[in-house]
Structures are given as C-alpha cells and as structure tokens.
C-alpha cells in the first residue's frame, strides 16, 4: 500500500511484514537511523541512497513514526501545504 501527496509517493506499508519505507531527505535519514540503526535503516541500494528509509512497525515509538511520516509528507507537498501542516501539527500539541 502506498501514501501519496498528488501523485508523489512519500510512504509505503508493508503489513503483513510489518514494514513501513518513508522518504526522508538524506539530512533526516541520517539523523533517523542514528537513534536506532536496528529497526530504522535505508533502504539496499540505489534507493536507499535517495533518502528511502526503512521502519520496523513492530518496534519503533509511534511518536518517532508519526514524526517520520511529517517529514516524509512535507518532503512531498507544495510548500505552501506542508508549511500549513507544520503549523497545525505544532498547535495541536
């Protein structure tokens, strides 16, 4: 199953594997997969290289999934929607 802004895919879900791939810049990926290189890792090859990042549903916080997904959706959307999100997401907390 896949998550997409217009069509521009930001997420994937796996669920019979428990498996979610986001697209993060390669700034996020690098700060993401430092906090758990065992359940959030990029993805093999050439699209890993490209900001593609792997998440183990099984084991990962959901704030820190939730947080992932933001990032991977704004990565995606027109700016003027992504700023819209943040700002919404910030006033909700």
């Not at 979610?20 to 700034?27: M, Q, R, T």
């Not at 997969?33 to 916080?61: D, F, R």
Request: with cysteine.
């Amino acid at each position: 199953m896949s998550f997409r802004r217009g069509k521009k895919i930001f997420a994937t879900l796996d669920e019979k594997e428990q498996i979610a791939v986001v697209k993060l810049s390669s700034i996020h990926q690098s700060v993401f997969c430092a906090i758990n290189k065992t359940i959030i890792y990029p993805v093999a090859g050439a699209w890993g290289k490209h900001g593609w990042t792997k998440i183990e549903l099984s084991t990962v916080n959901k704030k820190l999934l939730m947080e992932m997904l933001t990032f991977a959706y704004c990565l995606v959307a027109p700016a003027a929607a992504a700023e819209k999100y943040k700002k919404g997401s910030k006033s909700q907390k």
